[in-house]
């Protein structure tokens, strides 16, 4: 049996009960209105494209309002529609800031997030809690998950101590985005970054720190990374050296300083990094260490770093650049 169109002023309304296609196009006329409240409440929709399509707008002309039922549905169980809110949430900026670093370092109240004026979760047409089929600390570990990332795309400095500490989160997706967000901020994260890679008893951490301080590309990251270079740590010192080679052009003539050093291990990851950074100033000091370190692992990491960079000036000049 076929079935009858609704009447074209009832689809207009949006009073399609039962229909998420109905409650898809109210979302145009409450985006058409500026009826953030409206958008607000279609968070609760048990239609996920509505709340998808909810929070897609909320970013758009939901201002302050809109922080705390995004954040909430941050915990959603739909992915599409937590990574519309996350959207959102990262242009609405400065003002999603505090509550944003508020859930990112207290798990408890991540997983049962409620804003200003929120008595309860977002609930769906039939009254079943949007997300309940998602245990508290699943959506704690997604929300303080996105929390770091948007914090991140947001990019203001009050985050950066936040995001350190996250570092040490028990839950390794927030692990990862903190270090993705600081690596964002640049030369601003550069202090705290070497604070942790030079002194926290987590040796992890201080692995990840040296890394973010090679994400960042800031030439002030070069020092405290060149120090590391002596780390008594085989896997600090290879991540402060491959830092070294992120940040490029800035790290040569430390680099070369540090083939001086008195620290075995500092002239052997200067010898290795500036072969992967590959400028030909490096071969004549690399030469010279190659025939005269009393050390034969430095002797053979700077005969091979020699190598790498007449490879990489050869076929530079092989190919020539693009206009």
Known sequence: MQQRDAPAEERAEGRM???????????????????VPGLIDA???????TRQRAALALGDMGGEQAI??????LGDPVASVR???????????????????????????????????ETRPARSAGGEIVGGDLSREARSGFRRM????????IG????????????????????????????KMGGRAVDPLSRAMSGSSDRNVRIVAAGILGDTRDPAAVRPLIEALGDEDDDIRGAAAGALVQIGAPAVDPLLAALESG????????????????????IDPLRQRASSDE??????VAEDAIEKIRRRGAVEEAVPPRP
């Open 263 to 282: 620290s075995k291990w500092v002239r052997l990851y200067a010898a290795g990094a500036l072969g992967f950074i590959g400028d030909p100033r490096a």
């Open 146 to 153: 996105y929390a770091a990332a948007i914090l991140g795309e």
């Open 17 to 35: 009960e039962g229909r998420p296609e109905g409650i898809r196009r109210n979302i145009d006329l409450l985006r058409a209105g500026r009826d």
């Open 156 to 183: 203001d400095a009050r985050a950066i101590d936040p995001l350190i500490s996250a570092l040490y989160d028990d839950v390794a997706d927030v692990r990862c985005q903190a270090g993705g967000a600081l690596g």
């Open 43 to 49: 968070l609760g929709s048990e239609d996920p494209v």
């Open 295 to 300: 050390d034969a692992d430095i002797r053979s």
């Open 68 to 73: 705390a039922p995004l954040i909430h549905a």
């Open 83 to 117: 990574e519309s809110a996350a959207d959102s949430l990262a242009l609405l900026g400065e003002p999603a800031v505090s509550p944003l670093i508020e859930i990112l370092t207290d798990p408890e109240r991540a997983g049962e997030y409620h804003g200003p004026g």
